[in-house]
């Protein structure tokens, strides 16, 4: 298979190369932490950083989200997200 991104260096510009599945969770953080989220169903999307700030914001359908969350928290998150690294 034909890779034309195989010589990029991975940064915040360059396409993600894995997609990681989220469940809203009020109690663990995730697995991996994304380079950015990606919305499938728009709605609020309740995160935490790596600070530990916690946020609601409302989201689109399609909209790409460019934060490094550590959680994506249940309460308070309607939308439905992938996360890209």
Avoid: Q, W
């Avoid at 991975?10 to 997609?19: F, G, M, Q, T």
């Avoid at 409302?58 to 890209?84: D, H, S």
Wanted: glycine share 6%; charged share 20%.
């Amino acid at each position: 298979m034909n890779d034309n991104f195989k010589y990029h260096a991975p940064d915040l510009s360059s396409p993600a190369s894995r997609i990681h599945l989220i469940t809203p969770n009020d109690d663990a953080n995730l697995p991996v932490i994304p380079r950015a989220l990606r919305v499938l169903t728009g709605g609020n999307l309740a995160i935490r950083d790596a600070a530990g700030t916690e946020v609601v914001i409302p989201v689109l359908e399609c909209e790409f989200i460019p934060i490094r969350v550590v959680r994506v928290l249940a309460t308070g998150t309607t939308a439905t997200v992938i996360g890209l690294e």
